[in-house]
């Protein structure tokens, strides 16, 4: 929804008069802007527009390749004798279960279903 300055805030925005300031608080505005009277909107709409623009989202942390060591090809035939679920493997290794699933397949073992 676009909010102008030159028009009050939509009465979904405006807390009634009888409401206590801390159990309202507009998009977390600070406790200096919300004892402001309502009627004045454009401080309140100002630091929410603010606050919008400086949010940013976290970046997303990219997942490092490890190789796989002879003892992780190990335990991963093991697990294909066992027939232990690919899931249980997956938490256990602490790898994706695409990885093993990809690592079975060069190897030569089956998972899952193609055991």
Known sequence: MH????????????????????????????????SLHLNDNSAVLTHCIQQRRSTRMAKKTKNKRREYTKEDVKLLRGHSKARTPVARISKLMKRSEGSLRQKARVLGIGLGHQR
């Open 3 to 34: 909010l102008s300055l030159d028009r009050p805030l939509p009465a979904r925005l405006v807390k009634p008069a009888a409401m206590s300031i801390d159990r309202a608080p507009i998009c977390g505005v600070p406790a200096f802007l919300r």
